[in-house]
């Protein structure tokens, strides 16, 4: 079931639900970008203004192939 506070977050996938105070769509794929470009996670954090731990776990992911990017940010 969706949260009580629909405003307050965002359908992910059906039944998916993230808080919108969470990073954006765009930030994951800047993230993955300067993965890309070798840059490290504690670069990329300061570089997206995240946190070191956030972009740490997605780092991770996306070596393993499985950071999870969006294909629209509808």
Not at 23 to 29: F, Y
Request: proline share 4%; charged share 30%; glycine share 6%.
């Amino acid at each position: 079931t969706q949260p009580d506070h629909e405003e307050q977050t965002e359908v992910i996938a059906e039944g998916r639900y993230r808080p919108k105070e969470c990073a954006s769509r765009q930030k994951r794929r800047a993230a993955a970008e300067l993965f890309s470009a070798g840059i490290g996670y504690t670069k990329a954090s300061r570089i997206l203004d995240l946190p070191v731990n956030t972009l740490r776990d997605w780092a991770k992911a996306w070596k393993a192939g499985k950071l999870f990017l969006y294909t629209s940010d509808a």
